[in-house]
């Protein structure tokens, strides 16, 4: 019988325990709501975007029905790129 592939949402736990380790920065308050209202956000840190993608998830993120300021975007926008921008070798 094959093996489910599927990963396991996350549970409240662990989601707190991610949010805790994001670096405490302006915008990251927004960020953890924002993201955190659709999906894990293991989903968010473990990606490392430069800022031009940043800005297209976002926009896709508002395409899929996120609903923000374009202060909190851009909030969004600045945080997510200083801190999860394109991983370093």
């Known amino acids: 019988m094959p093996v489910a592939t599927h990963t396991q949402p996350a549970t409240p736990a662990s989601e707190d325990a991610i949010a805790a380790a994001m670096p405490a920065d302006t915008g990251k308050d927004i960020t953890v709501q924002a993201c955190a209202g659709c999906h894990s956000l293991a989903r968010v840190v473990r990606q490392h ?5 940043w800005q297209d998830t976002l926009k896709s993120m508002q ?5 923000a300021t374009p202060a909190e975007l851009a ?7 200083k801190h999860y921008g394109p991983a370093k070798p």
């Open 63 to 67: 395409d899929n029905g996120l609903e």
């Open 75 to 81: 909030s969004m926008l600045d945080y997510l790129s």
């Open 49 to 53: 975007q430069t800022r031009a993608q």
